[in-house]
């Protein structure tokens, strides 16, 4: 009977050989070109499929900082109206006084009020009336009683007003309501002549409107879709409801952006909140696209890396991938004892060339057991399979360089107007917010000081601290007499005591050096003439009432998205106050500054400077206005890198930055890999094969992983056992004459 014949031993060695699956040298090198592929085509969309836009994202976010801004300046004013009239009226709580009274006290501390009545809330009978009509009609009051009701919004022959309530104590009618009335107003902020910012209440109404008119029936609709999108829009804990549209290109290319913001704090608790107003802010863009510098760099890139990680792929399974397969195979041979007589055939260089050697020595060993063994190579750095993995580490890296130094340091890239005029009324609405900060600190001294000069100094601390613990914008509020010294103090230490801490009334800065600066307000106590500030008349010198100002308050008013790094800065050009840390009294940081800062003069300023470093945009505005803020001579001054836009060229560039990153990273996961799992354990096995050639029978070999490693890490054990069966048999031999003797 006949029978099949038997295939060679050396075909199921080589089907053998594709095992393992999940181990081994071939995961890591198919890994490798499956994502270098992948990033390839990563790069490609989203470098090389970038369009520009006829509107930059850069524009639209201007708008809606715009009115992010608008919104918190007067979310911040209608609060702080609110406070003030409700402190004013706590002052009579324990002290009723006569309603005009009560009237011509609040008239003479703040002139932000248009009209002020008190009204018995119970029967609506006026006991006392300043300045223009307050209006009432339609108004429920017989339902106040403990609490003063949240400021509304009322309409009157003059326009919509806004009223504020507070309860008063009066000597003859007991509990009444103090009501002011003012009309609601943008902060004063600088528009460029093509924008329009205005606020709207819930129904749509427009309450206020600053910059250019609206006449076209389009943006009246644009208008009314940002609000209606900023009603519906529900922001996470800690954000504001704000955002940005733009709408479609008329026949000049030429489109409407809008930017919106809601005035209400987020999660609504303040007193803005039942207002349900929404600050909107558009302009014209001029429909000029912008422009990439590069603009086949996406798909030249990719390009290129879908041939390198070809080639890298070749590369490794040429070097390292067949040599260590092909040595499994003879392993595995010579422990089968196929054609023993045959030389083993592998690689010449690295960890596979120095076992492969070390095999064909042993084969010569198991041929002839009396052979000598070898001697043991001489030890040295030798790379072996680090050389093909840190050449491919090299390859890698020299296409992902170039991607990972485009950081939009592009002294050519353009800016568009918008943001530039953006970014300089930004910083004017950042001096105007100081500008006010400072001058209603002062209101709050003067409202006080009454109060405070027929005190007692027990009375007197405790309505300090109360005024302290109202706002949050003082460290300190001290009294000093006419020879400097305290008379009551609520909060820090004072800063300067003494007759040189005596001066007139008005902000000022305390000290010129330090580690902190201390910028403060100080109101004399007795009462000066209504003309003195505006004549110059000195006042007198003490006692007075100083209110040292938080560093950290001024900090967080100059901290803004968007905005960049902002200087609140003195007439000699030192640091004042900053968003981030700074030296106190240092110069700015960047030098370009100064320049931006002088051209400024009375009004803002902004301009992009590309020389002495990256490109970036500054701007400058003093704090001007009225009063004594504005004979400090201070000033506002940002800078924000034009990297930080996010514009086209930007963007392409920080998405070739991450295809360079993604390209790393995966040469990174699977190169190391290959060294680790393979390198590794080939470098340890090539020197165990070296010394089991050059005669150590007693070190055991393990194989550490289920991998061709391990393969021919199993295949020299048993031939590192049949060695040493071998000697014991030929030992054996030895002994049988001379015990048979």
Known sequence: MSTAPTPPRQHRYRRRADMPLLGGIRPPIALLLV?????????????????????????????????????????????????????AAARYENAPAEPSAVLTALGQAYHKWRGTVVVRPDTGRLLAARGETVPLAGLDLAKVTDTAPAPVLVPSTAGTRLLTFALVTTKADGRALLVASDNLRLPGIATRKEQTIQVLDATGAVLDTTGAALPAE???????????????QHPAPGETASGSLAGAADANGERRVAGWAAVAAPGGHDQAAPLGLTVVSTSTVDGKPGRLRHPMLGLAAAGALLVLALLLAWYLVRSLQRPLLGLFLESRRLTRGDRPDQPVRGPKRGETGRIARALEEL???????????????????????????????????????????????DPTVRVPTQVVAGQRDRTDTAADRIRQALNEGYADLRSVAPALSEASVGKAETLLRDTLAEHDRYRSLYVLGADGGVLAHAGETPHRTGPEALGPSGVLLLNSSGKEPRIAARAALTAAPADAEAEGAPEPKGPVLVGEFKTDFLGGLLTRPGLG??????????VLAANEGYSSFGELPDGRARTVLADAGKSATADVLRDGGDPSLLAAAPLGGNGSVAKLGWSVVTAHPVAWLHLDQNRADRRAVLAGMLGLAAAALCLGWLFIAVGLPLRRLAASAEALAAGDRRTVLYPVHHDEVGAVARSLELVRQELVRAELAERAVRRTPETAR
């Open 363 to 409: 084969r010569h060993q198991l041929l002839d057991p009396s052979r000598p063994p070898a001697a043991a190579p001489a030890r040295g750095r030798r790379p072996g399979t680090a050389l093909p993995l840190a050449l491919c580490t090299v390859l890698v890296l020299g296409w992902s360089g170039p991607l990972l130094f485009l950081g939009g340091n």
């Open 35 to 87: 994502l270098l592929v992948a990033v390839a085509a990563i790069t490609a969309l989203a470098v090389g499929g970038l369009r520009v836009d006829d509107t930059p994202q850069a524009v639209r976010e201007s708008h809606q900082y715009a009115a992010e801004d608008t919104a918190a300046s007067l979310r911040a004013g209608l609060h702080e109206s609110a406070t003030d009239l409700r402190r």
């Open 565 to 574: 790094r902002v200087w609140l800065v003195d007439g000699r050009q030192r």
């Open 218 to 232: 389009g943006d009246r609709k644009l208008v009314t879709t940002a609000r209606e999108r900023a009603a519906r």
